[in-house]
């Protein structure tokens, strides 16, 4: 062999890696310029064909008008809870002094749940009562030894259309049992 091939076929060798290694990056920076093109999302304007009418017959609220429409929605939005603190038993079993009252001027029917504080225990559900009713007496759904007994009565408050609770409120009460 002839030593003075060598260097040749090196070079040689030299230049095919290069221009494979250049074809290679050449690929490459084509397939990122496909794949940027490709998934550019350009912004889409979306045009309707419908415009706003032109006023016709409606006029500016006067202040009164303005003032009245935001006291409904207050006077809407009010809820008074009427219960009397503290239900005396004569025993676990009897019918009580349990007095929880619906006003008129609430507008929105509840139901008035009441648990123990201590064990979170459901005693007493007064089902739906209308605006303008009350419960003036009622027995317990369990038997409770004699003593007080702190609770928690939660009004639910019900949307009268739609019968969806729409909130809750909650007062405490004791209820006695005295034998």
């Known amino acids: 062999m002839d030593k003075t091939n060598q260097p040749t076929e090196e070079k040689k ?23 940027y093109y490709s998934t550019k999302t350009e912004p889409v ?17 006067s202040d009164k008008e303005v003032k009245e429409a935001e006291q409904k929605a207050v006077d809407a939005s009010k809820f008074n809870m009427v219960i009397k603190s503290e ?16 006003p008129v001027e609430n507008g929105y029917p509840i139901n008035v749940v009441i648990r123990l504080d201590s064990n979170n225990e459901q005693i007493y559900s007064s ?40 909130g809750q409120v909650q007062a405490g009460i004791t209820i006695r049992v005295n034998n």
């Open 13 to 35: 060798k030299k230049k095919r890696l290069l221009i494979l290694l250049l074809l290679l990056l050449l690929a490459v920076a084509a397939g990122g310029v496909y794949y």
């Open 45 to 61: 304007q979306v045009v309707s064909g419908e415009y706003l009418p032109e006023t016709k017959g409606a006029k500016k609220m």
């Open 87 to 102: 239900a005396v038993f004569e025993n676990g079993n009897s019918e009580g002094s349990l007095y929880i009252q619906n």
């Open 127 to 166: 089902g739906a009562i209308q605006p303008g009713y009350e419960i003036n007496g009622a027995k317990l759904e369990k038997t409770l030894a004699q003593g007080d007994h702190p609770a928690t009565a939660t009004f639910e408050i019900y949307d009268s259309k739609t019968k969806t609770k729409r």
